[in-house]
T-cell receptor, first 114, second 115 residues
């Protein structure tokens, strides 16, 4: 299995809703990432988990809350979002250790905040 | 702060023609990645360049890395419509031996190949 699976593919939510994005990989990768991508822009790193511990938080607002329940799963909990948070949210994973840090990206979850 | 500059940002070319996309970066690095993104889709890894002088080829695409010049190129040979996509270069600012996970992406080059 060489895939990163993200659900849902599309999500529409109001500013008062609570929702979650989910990501799963079975490649044995021990680093998992959340990126945010706005239209016609490069991906922006949000969070990195390494061996299930939060390694990087790129000063992301607390209305985004990541969780890594185990080495295969990564969640992003969403609460009280703003319309400007509408974007494509990409999950990625990579192998740990010395050498190339090639990211395998999921298909993304397209989020619309009304 | 690492800066990664791609040019051109927009490239419209005819089928059969050759062209090169450039990726300059501002700090020492020996790890550079090229990704492709189709409209509305995710990113797909194309090439990983891990040392000075590295050259990788896949089909009509060839990527190279010059760490001394802090420059990578993505050369397109005899373009076909299927190559239309956005191409990103990304730089890992750590030297070989570890990673801080923070890839810095260029702004991307939107390539359109016209018949």
């Amino acid at each position: 299995d060489t895939e990163v699976t993200q659900t849902p593919k599309h999500l529409v939510m109001g500013m008062t809703n609570k929702k979650s994005l989910k990501c799963e990989q079975h490649m044995g990768h021990r680093a998992m990432y959340w990126y945010k991508q706005k239209a016609k822009k490069p991906p922006e790193l949000m969070f990195v988990y390494s061996y299930e511990k939060l390694s990087i938080n790129e000063s992301v607002p607390s209305r985004f809350s990541p969780e890594c329940p185990n080495s295969s799963l990564l969640n992003l909990h969403l609460h009280a979002l703003q319309p400007e948070d509408s974007a494509l949210y990409l999950c990625a994973s990579s192998q740990e250790g010395v050498g190339a840090n090639v990211l395998t990206f999921g298909a993304g979850s397209r989020l619309t905040v009304l | 702060e690492l800066k990664v500059e791609q040019n051109p940002l927009f490239l419209s070319m005819q089928e059969g023609k050759n062209y090169t996309i450039y990726c300059n970066y501002s700090t020492t690095s020996d790890r550079l990645y090229w990704y492709r993104q189709d409209p509305g889709k995710s990113l797909e890894s194309l090439f990983v360049l891990l040392s000075n002088g590295a050259v990788k080829q896949e089909g009509r695409l060839m990527a190279s890395l010059d760490t001394k010049a802090r420059l990578s190129t993505l050369h397109i040979t005899a373009a076909v419509h299927d190559l239309s996509a956005t191409y990103f270069c990304a730089v890992d600012p750590t030297l070989s031996g570890g990673s801080n996970y923070k890839l810095t992406f260029g702004k991307g080059t939107l390539l359109t190949v016209n018949p």
